[in-house]
């Protein structure tokens, strides 16, 4: 039965395959209008070239980084946080941090995440909370790092809220393969 199932799907797809090249061949539009364009990766670039963004467009930066194309994410973030997208802001400072398209730079990433901070993003004040708590990138002070945590925890921030519950301890949200890059204070 399951050789049946089998057969008959590698069937279809040589048939479909077959009829999809005859209709290459008779000048068909590969893309169709089932198919446009508009929600592609290049589209979502083209347009934040032109300074054409939107919240999806935006979101699209992940699949880039996700993808390993760091230079395109950059391009991409870049633009949309000019144009005030906190969520890009902490996805630059994770690029910044991780050394994924340049060198890292824990002064470039602490600089993200206060831009997001300092915008109200919630992830923004967990992040900034963090790299003054560990004087990351930026001089450790924890008094003004344990604010911004508590303004993330307000907002609903989960980690902040397990942060506050362990007095601040951040090893309970750096995992233990990241836990190096906190040894010592970097500013």
């Not at 039965?1 to 290459?24: E, N, P, R, Y």
């Not at 450790?140 to 989960?158: C, F, M, P, S, T």
Request: charged share 25%; aromatic share 8%; proline share 2%.
């Amino acid at each position: 039965m399951k050789t049946l199932i089998l057969s008959l799907l590698i069937g279809l797809f040589v048939t479909s395959s077959v009829v999809a090249q005859d209709d290459l061949a008779e000048g068909f539009d590969t893309g169709g209008e089932l198919n446009p364009d508009e929600m592609s990766l290049s589209k979502s670039l083209e347009r934040a070239s032109r300074g054409d963004v939107n919240m999806v467009i935006c979101s699209q930066g992940y699949l880039l980084v996700k993808k390993g194309d760091h230079k395109e994410a950059r391009k991409l973030f870049l633009e949309c946080a000019r144009q005030g997208w906190t969520g890009t802001m902490t996805w630059m400072s994770y690029m910044e941090q991780n050394g994924l398209g340049s060198a890292e730079n824990p002064q470039a990433s602490a600089q993200w995440d206060r831009q997001a901070a300092e915008l109200g993003d919630p992830i923004g004040l967990f992040n900034h909370g963090l790299d003054l708590l560990r004087g990351y990138g930026v001089e450790q002070n924890e008094k003004l790092g344990r604010a911004y945590i508590d303004k993330a925890a307000e907002q609903g921030v989960k980690s902040a809220q397990e942060l506050q519950a362990d007095d601040y301890n951040t090893e309970v949200v750096t995992p233990d393969a990241d836990s190096w890059k906190f040894e010592k204070h970097i500013y």
